[in-house]
């Protein structure tokens, strides 16, 4: 059974050669095989963008967000995300959150934004 870290792998390299399904496929396992995985959910994000699922980008956005809420990468996918989906206000405030980052800043998570575990 490939490791997580692998599985990630095999989706960046779908990824790289245009198998965006497989691509999918492979961060889906690794973010199940580790569920706090960033890299993975991010990745998951950006290749279900790239396929135009917006609301399933959103989805992986938002869990990628939550495992690292200081990452500027991961609000500024979700920005992307949120305006591809026309849900300008969330995009605006996911940029927000990217940009109060980039000038060295912290995001707190608001207890609404977070789902109930």
Known sequence: MPSYEELK???????AIGELE????YYRQATVSNPAYFDAWHALSMAL???QRFPEAIEAGKKATEIDPNNQFGWTSLS????RNNMIPEAEAAGAKAKIISWGGK???EN????PE
Request: proline residues 0%.
């Open 9 to 15: 792998d095999e989706g960046d390299t779908a990824l």
């Open 22 to 25: 497989q691509a999918v496929d």
């Open 49 to 51: 963008l790239k396929l």
């Open 80 to 83: 992307l995300a949120y305006v």
């Open 107 to 109: 995001v707190k998570i």
């Open 112 to 115: 609404s934004e977070k789902k």
